[in-house]
C-alpha cells in the first residue's frame, strides 16, 4: 500500500473511531436529556474522571503522578465507568433536586473543579503536562492493524451502548423517566420516587462519559488538561444530539458522526492553508457547527430523528 493511500486510511479510521466515542459520550448524554430531562453542562468533568482513572490505573509506574499499576486496559475501562457513576451519585444527591436551569450552572461549576484539581495536583496528575505512556490495545502492530483493530473495540463498544441503551429506553424504566420529564409532579402523585430515578439516571449517563473519556485517553495514549476544555468535551458533544435528535439513541449517534465529520473534516481545509490564516481560520469549526445546528433547526426543530414511542417488552 502506497504512502497516499495509507494516509486516506488511517485518516479514515481516525474519523471513525473518534465518531465511534463521541457516539458513546452523546448516548451517555442522551440518557440523562433525552429521557429524563436532567440539563448536565459538565460532562467535561465525568470524562475527565473517566479518562484519568483508566491512565492512572493502566500505565507504567511513573514518578511524575499517581498510579501505575499497569493493570490491563480492561480494568481500566471498567474502573472508569464506576468511578465516573460514583462521583455523579454524589454530584447528583447535591444538585439533582435544582430547576433545570440551576442544574446546568451547578454541573459546569462541578466540572471546572475537577479540571482545575486535575490542572493543578502535580503530585496526582502531573497537572499541565499529564499523563503519558498511556497503553493502547494491539500498539504492537504495524499500521494500519493497530488502529483498525481499535477502532473495531471501539464499534463493539458502541453497539453493546446502543443495545443496553435501547433496552432501557423500550422497559419500564425507561417509561418512568420519560414521565418525570415529562411531567414530574404527577410522577410523584402517582408514588414514584422521582428524585432517585433521577440519580440512576444521572450515574448512568456519567458512566458512559467516563467510558468515553477512557477511550479517548487510550486511543491518544495520552491525557491532559487540554483534552478536557469544554468546547470539546461539552458544547460539541451537545450539539451533536440537538441534531441528531434528543430522546433517540440512534438519532444520537448519527448526529456524533455527523459532527463529528464536519468538525474533522475543517481540519483538513485549514492545513492548506497559510500558517497566518490557518490559526484564524480553526474558529470556522465552531462557527460551521453553530450554521449546521442552525440549518437543521429550521427545517427539524427536534433534530433529524426524532423521538419515538418506545416499543412494548
Known amino acids: 500500500m502506497s504512502e497516499v493511500w495509507l494516509g486516506y486510511l488511517l485518516y479514515l479510521i481516525a474519523l471513525l473511531t473518534m465518531g465511534g466515542i463521541y457516539s458513546i459520550l452523546t448516548v451517555g448524554l442522551n440518557i440523562q436529556w433525552g429521557f429524563t430531562g436532567l440539563f448536565n453542562v459538565g ?10 482513572t483508566s491512565a492512572l490505573i493502566t500505565s507504567p509506574i511513573s514518578e511524575q503522578h499517581l498510579g501505575g499499576y499497569d493493570l490491563p486496559v480492561a480494568f481500566g475501562f471498567i474502573f472508569a465507568m464506576i468511578s465516573s ?23 459546569i461549576g462541578v466540572a471546572e473543579i475537577f479540571r482545575l484539581i486535575l490542572k493543578n495536583e502535580l503530585w496526582a496528575t502531573n497537572g499541565p503536562r499529564g499523563i503519558s505512556n498511556i497503553p493502547r490495545p494491539f500498539e504492537d502492530l504495524a499500521q494500519p492493524w493497530s488502529q483498525l ?14 443495545i443496553i441503551s435501547q433496552k432501557a429506553h423500550n422497559s419500564p424504566w425507561g417509561r418512568v423517566m420519560r414521565a418525570i420529564r415529562d411531567n414530574d409532579k404527577a410522577a410523584e402523585a402517582i408514588g414514584k420516587n422521582v428524585e432517585k430515578f ?28 487540554e483534552a478536557t476544555e469544554p468546547v470539546m468535551a461539552t458544547f460539541l458533544i451537545w450539539v451533536m444530539l440537538i441534531i441528531g435528535g434528543s430522546g433517540n439513541n440512534l438519532g444520537a449517534i448519527i448526529g456524533a458522526f455527523l459532527v463529528w465529520t464536519i468538525w474533522s473534516g475543517m481540519e483538513i481545509f ?18 460551521l457547527v453553530g450554521l449546521v445546528l442552525q440549518v437543521i433547526l429550521q427545517k427539524f426543530p427536534l433534530g433529524i430523528f426524532q423521538e419515538k414511542p418506545p416499543k412494548r417488552d
Open 149 to 162: 483493530l481499535f477502532l473495531t473495540i471501539v464499534l463493539i463498544i458502541l453497539f453493546l451502548v446502543y
Open 85 to 107: 457513576a460514583v462521583i455523579g451519585y454524589f454530584v447528583g444527591k447535591l444538585c439533582i433536586r435544582l430547576r433545570s436551569d440551576y442544574l446546568a450552572i451547578a454541573t
Open 43 to 52: 460532562i467535561a468533568g465525568f470524562f475527565a474522571i473517566g479518562a484519568y
Open 270 to 287: 485549514t492545513a492548506q492553508l497559510p500558517p497566518d490564516w490557518a490559526v484564524k481560520a480553526t474558529f470556522l469549526r465552531i462557527f
Open 198 to 225: 433521577r440519580i440512576q439516571a444521572f450515574m448512568f449517563g456519567c458512566s458512559l462519559m467516563g467510558l468515553g473519556g477512557a477511550l479517548t485517553a487510550h486511543y491518544f495514549k495520552f491525557i491532559g488538561p
